[in-house]
């Protein structure tokens, strides 16, 4: 649990460019796997100046390690918009809590309540309907035009997520939506094709809530990337046509946060590549020849520190 407002990056557009571009066709959604509190404390970071200004307490309870399926620009989108909403529409020195955790299977749910002025019955009927706004002033005068939700709803939809809320007039709102969790999965890049399979053997039955991609070279490894953001890379050193280190550094420019823990198994590493290594942020090295436990241990520590 934590009421603190963290800074982050700023979001890349603003929520009416991105809308209608969207409405236009004209925005690819481009989902991966997403730290759900890292995107909702940005917003968080955003709303701080409205929130102090009304003396708005914003409360959070999501999990560190809750990862969603999703686009971070437009999902980020999403929760300033209705935050911004909540915020507006609050009274002074009162709270708003944001809550996360996983909903059903594959799925993860995110609640944003309110205690403000809620909404008539007769604006319910034109919440998330494009051809029908209504003005709703907020209680320090703030402007507000049909509330967005008709575009916040294609967004939530298009990542194959429902939205619905709850709310009555003078007691408060809360919106809920869900979002497809991240399904976990770890990619083995090794130009051996024994060592690729001995690898996938020992951890496939040790880990069968994971999803092993196997990959060749880096090339093949990127490719796998782009699709989706893996929840380990597990890599040889010496490879052809990309070495690990530059297939590390290839995962970092994807990997916006450095999140994704990388595990390096290699019989030729010399000081200069470790040094890089760290510098790219792998605290995890195996010298080979090794014993396959050595692997299997590994792992689990990894998953340990990073995934649980």
């Not at 049909?146 to 709803?153: A, I, S």
């Not at 200069?272 to 080979?288: A, F, N, P």
Request: no cysteine; net charge negative.
């Amino acid at each position: 649990r934590n009421t603190s407002l963290i800074f982050m990056r700023p979001l890349r557009h603003s929520f009416s460019s991105s809308m209608s571009r969207l409405q236009m066709g004209k925005i690819k959604l481009e989902p991966g796997r997403v730290r759900l509190i890292d995107i909702i404390s940005n917003s968080e970071s955003l709303a701080t100046r409205n929130a102090i200004v009304k003396k708005i307490t914003i409360y959070r309870d999501v999990p560190e390690n809750l990862f969603v399926n999703a686009d971070d620009r437009l999902l980020g989108e999403v929760i300033n918009n209705i935050l911004d909403n909540a915020i507006k529409y609050s009274h002074e020195n009162s709270r708003i809590e944001i809550t996360a955790n996983k909903f059903k299977e594959g799925m993860v749910e995110v609640v944003i309540k309110d205690s403000g002025v809620g909404i008539s019955d007769e604006n319910q009927t034109k919440l998330f309907k494009i051809d029908q706004k209504f003005i709703l002033k907020g209680t320090n005068g703030e402007k507000g035009a049909g509330m967005g939700l008709n575009l916040v709803k294609e967004i939530i939809e298009k990542h194959e997520g429902d939205i619905w809320y709850y709310s009555k007039e003078n007691e408060g709102s809360e919106f809920h939506f869900t979002l497809p969790e991240a399904q976990n999965v770890i990619l083995i890049v090794e130009d051996e094709d024994e060592l690729r399979k001995l690898y996938h053997s020992v951890l496939a039955p040790m880990l069968p809530n994971f999803r092993i991609i196997n990959a060749s070279n880096g090339y093949e490894a990127m490719r796998a990337v782009y699709i989706q953001l893996p929840s380990l890379v597990i890599t040889d050193h010496d490879m052809p046509l990309m070495s690990g280190t530059q297939l590390i550094e290839a995962v970092r420019k994807k990997d916006k946060y450095n999140e994704v823990p990388v595990l390096v198994i290699s019989g030729n590493l010399d000081s200069k590549s470790i040094e890089r290594y760290r510098g790219l942020g792998v605290t995890h090295l195996i010298d080979k020849p090794f014993e396959i436990e050595k692997l299997s241990e590994t792992v689990q520590k990894i998953i340990s520190e990073y995934l649980t």
